[in-house]
């Protein structure tokens, strides 16, 4: 072999010789191609797993955690949920439409291969400012991608969150996430069980499609192949609907022991990976593979990303039965291989042996790294930032006006209607809440779901970013109505061999996962996306976390909108002196800097636990958390929602205008309450130990908003104004 | 006044979803003899301009910076000079 | 009273219909595959939404060259009631059950949000609960609900009453500020001359449940099952 | 083997809305001149066929039946002969 084609193809000296250990001999190029996908850091987590495991995994309703194709968590009458978050963030720079629906396609596949039913998808996106036309074709092509994709599929887009921020001009994020339900004992392991069962591919065809993925330039592929291959993929969501539909047929009827995608490593990650956690053996034939393309090499057709691919694994015999089903459905179904005993992953070409190398060398040796880390040295800076050397704008309403439109906080219908959020017909909350709610049918329950994340946050203090994330999420599950109970979360990182990225990254999870644990929300699935950077650098630190709650009673569903003339509003917890890292500053000020706000996770879990025990005993008509644009941002949400005014009079105490409206204090919610039943609110945050106090009433067709020591009014806004900044603004800038 | 005829393919080695369920219904349909489809899109664009030379330009820069998605797609044109 | 729901590859609202049709009403529903050819024994066809063969081509196109569809017509023509929702209303234009044909929004988006629906004719299956121009809130959600049809056709719609619904603001006023694709007229449901088939873009599916934000669909349901009981 | 070139396009007095925003987005890049932008489809079929005039046929009849609709469409075709 060449020299130095392991280099070519991404991998270390050190990994090199490990592989010609393990081998006994020199690889050949197919097996070091092999190597080189599955010890990529894509597919090895080879610089992050040391740190990922700090995160709590374990808890009561767990069925199974990270390491499966997705999560599982068991909601009782005998089902389960389902859920996982996929990072498609670098095909959708290149190709915003098919980037991202091709991300979606990925995602519901994880799902699928757990024999679960998807009913819900959510995404998390980031984009550059709006005012680049680059970023408006990128912002407009993925949320349409997204769109088409999972319109497509029937599977309702619920929810998700949209940030526009420079830091992401170069690198866009397009993070979705699906949840499925199942009952529990339909649940299927991506194992390949049975020695001498038969294994097959099922679903498109494959073609010359990423396969670029670890390796590069090479002699075995010639260049005409090399011209073949598309740099983008494009996604057939009506094939996916077959596979869908005709795989849960064959979990249902019984046949299969273990179902596995293809996704990343394509054939190669499938069937390693099915084979090692069986600690078995398979032995497949390329030349069965039906195809795309004329004149595949086995490297090409072995590392194939084409999409819409299943890996099947029936019990033997089943064979016809499998067949059938995937006939009925207009799709191929087709025998490559079966399971053997040996580990032993041995791919032919008709008799002829290609490549043989033990299935767990592939997923479970590739050598685990702990990249070099460093505090960056812009942090000491941020955090001695004083706001108070700012002047303060005199018209607070101009503000509130201005921070309404801002599209980072401005609704997100622009985008949510664009999808299809209903079919399936369960969402009982839809988009445009704090978290979406999806009632389970045949029961009395619901699931509560939102995505949350603050990269400015986690920039400025990686590690309160990192806590942030995770109870901002559950404190919106939990404003639903929803006791959280599990979490899933997306990585977004830059190139982690920079000791301050790395630095970051660690410390994002340390964060997330004491917040994790105080929150008794195990983290049950993932996904890592480094080397998010372009000229002008790395992103923010982005950890996206998606959070599900459950509902154990419909009658406890809540949503943000104030309600009812008369019914009072209270605010749970108190509102501090902090105006770091906020929009408030960023809007006003231009400003991307100062302390973020501190989280102080015992009085976190004690808010959330107020709020519940208040839906649950029927006190709260309406909940909402204070999250970015702080109080006054939260307080015309909830009249926009609800079509309705307030009258609010706030305390200023020590605070500062600034950070009594827009400051954004962790573990707050506004809470509105039957007006019959003020001591039965304040008794009851007592008992819990959270300081609440009465700030208004519902009412009107304004938001005013006093303030002790001022006699007039600091906030008067009708909600026509209010709502048409804040409804309007994506829309006016994307026509 | 020219019509300018543009013709926007998708490249040989993209998968085309559309072209595929097209070609399967066609089978159903008892055109077996069908043996492929590929689906692109057709633009009539009626242009202002002196002379071919010039117009043509401006429809190639067209094409590459909005009609086609060079990503994926391919194209190409014919120009008719048409009364006005 | 039996329902039947035909599946087409790509259907996706076929599990929503039949959750309405039995656990909202409490009827029998079946699913009729689209390989079937016959669909002998039922008192309503319903054609759901969905991206039938993913809407490849054009929205409905492929579908109504089902084998099923031939039965699906033989028992409109013979009176038979034929509900298209949405993609559903696709495959019936296509199929030239009904006039007209569906162009892609005039937004160029797909749009999933709530209408207000004006009834134009209460005299028809479909809505013989419902009162002269009352409005109904039901969602839509789709790319390609921008009705159209040549001049004279959409006059003689117009005259005999062929056109159901309108969309309309929140009480009844059918101006363009409430049409969400730039249907002609505003129209979001036609029937064909006998009144029998019913063609609609909006879900009434979707809000037949109170946890569902509203109960306006069910009423055409209730109409169906009603006007079925009257005549028997 | 034949490959037929099918060109459908929305009849004239069919609004085409995407032909319109396509000519909105080019007179916002400053491609003032053009006058007006329709868009329609553009098919490649690669046909199995002894003569020109029975494939000939045979598209006609799959353009009129599924490949346009002809409440809203018009098509028109090209044979060309191709080497197998
Ligand atoms: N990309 C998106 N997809 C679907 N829904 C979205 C998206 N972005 C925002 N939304 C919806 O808009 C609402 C508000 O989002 P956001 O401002 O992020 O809320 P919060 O601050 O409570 O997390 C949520 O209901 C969310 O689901
Ligand atoms: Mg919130």
Redesign the pocket.
Known sequence: MKSETWKEMGLRKNEYELIKKILGREPNYLELGMFAVMWSEHCSYKNSKKALKMFPTKGERVICGPGENAGAVDIGNGKAVVFKVESHNHPSAIEPFQGAATGVGGIIRDILCMGARPIAL??S?RFGRLDSPRVRYLFNGVVSGIAWYGNCMGIP?V????YFNKSYEGNPLVNAMCIGILNRDDLTRGKAEGVGNPVMLVGARTGRDGIHGATFASEELSSESESKRPSVQVGDPFMEKLLLEACLEVTRAGYIVGMQDLGAAGITGATSETASRAGLGMEIDVNRVPLREKGMTPYEIMLSESQERMLVIPQKGKEKEVEKVFKKWDLEAVVIGYVTSDGILRVKNGSKVEAEIPARALTEMCPVYSPEKKEPSYLKEAESFDWRKLPIPEDMNKVLIDLLSSPS?AS?EW??RQ?DHMVRINTAVR????A?VLRIKGTNKAIAA?M?GNGKYCYLDPRMGGSIAVA?AAR?VVCAGARPIALTDCLNFGNPEKPEIYWQFEQVIKGMSEAAEALGTPVISGNVSFYNESERGAIYPTPIVGMVGLIEDISHIRSQGFKEEGDLIFLLGKTEPELGASMYLEVVHGLETGRVPVLDLKKEKAVQDLCLEAIRTNLIKSAH?C??GGLAVALAESCISGNIGADINLVKENLELPELLFGETQSRIIVTVDKNKKEDMLSLAEKFGVPTSLIGEVGGRELKIKVSEFSDEIINLSIAKMEKAWRGAIECLML | MFLAKIYVTLKEEVLDPQGNAVGKALHAMNYKEVQSVRIGKYMELYIEGEDAETVGKRVDEMCSRLLANPVIEQYSYELVEVET | MKFGIVVFPGSNCDADVKHVVERVLGFKADYLWHKDKSVKGYDCIILPGGFSYGDYLREGAIARFSPIMEAVTDYALKGGLVLGICNGFQILLEAGLLSGAMRKNDSLQFRCHDTYLRVENEKTPYTCLCSPGEVLKIPIAHAAGNYYVDENTLKELEESGQVIFRYCGPTGEVTPQYNPNGSLNNIAGITNRDGNILGMMPHPERCAEEIMSGVDGRKIFESIVFWLKERC
């Open positions: 959510l995404n996106l887009t929810g998700g969150e949209v906080i997100k985008v949510y999808y988009p445009g809440s704090d979406a939102s949350d901002e919106n958390d999250s970015e």
